[in-house]
Structure formats: C-alpha cells, structure tokens
C-alpha cells in the first residue's frame, strides 16, 4: 500500500486546511484509516480515523469539534477537514493504513502503511 499526502502549508491562527492522502496498491474500501501528527521534540500521535466504509470515525480530545475526518472509496481518498487551527497545530502530518478492524485503532504500532507526510505550519 503506498499512500500519498498533500495539502499541507503555512496558515495563520483561525484559517482552515484540508489534507488529502490517496492510496494505491490495496483494496480500499477494506483498509481502516488515520491521520497521526508529529510536532519537533514530540511523539506520534493521533489526529482522526476513519474506518473502512465510513461508519466509524475517531478524534483525539485535542480536536475539540475542529477538524473532520472523512474517506471517498471512489477515489481511494481520505480527507482531514482542519478548522480554526492554531499554532499547537503546527507538526507534520502523516496518514496510515491497516487491514479491517473492528474499531479504529489510535495507537500508532496497529498501523502497518505510512505515508510520507505533509507539513502543516500555523503562524500566531
């Protein structure tokens, strides 16, 4: 499974940004699916997931209703909606991949694909 990012850049406090990641090599529709950020200095952690039709989404406690999580199996795509951001948003952006599950995992050692990841700078 290859997955690619995009739509990272530099935002100010308060603006939005959506990141895309297609997939490639797989079955789509039966992958689980995550965002995971990574800020200098810190650990990888979990954003948002998705699981394989859509009918389950998970969000970290830090997304506080700003950010929204969502797949097009059409397009192999998964999309990060990201409201309101602010500097504490600022990290690279990575999204993975998993076989089915019957949740959407949060820990980033059931993640088996990773893509390259997309930077997201948010400037206060």
């Known amino acids: 499974v290859q997955l690619v990012e995009s739509g990272g850049g530099l935002v100010q406090a308060g603006d939005s940004l959506r990141l895309s990641c297609a997939a490639s090599?797989?079955?789509?529709?039966?992958?689980?699916m995550s965002w995971f950020r990574q800020a200098p200095g810190f650990d990888r952690e979990f954003v948002a997931g998705?699981?394989?039709?859509?009918?389950?989404?998970r969000y970290a406690e830090f997304v506080e209703g700003r950010f929204t999580v969502s797949r097009d199996n059409s397009k192999n795509t998964i999309y990060l909606q990201m409201n309101n951001l602010n500097s504490q948003d600022t990290a690279v952006y990575y999204c993975?991949?998993?076989?089915?599950?019957?949740?959407?995992?949060?820990?980033?050692?059931?993640?088996?694909?990773w893509g390259q990841g997309t930077q997201v700078t948010v400037s206060s």
């Open positions: 993975a991949s998993r076989g089915a599950h019957e949740t959407v995992p949060t820990t980033k050692w059931e993640y088996v694909y």
């Open positions: 998705i699981g394989r039709i859509g009918d389950i989404v």
């Open positions: 090599g797989s079955s789509f529709s039966n992958i689980v």
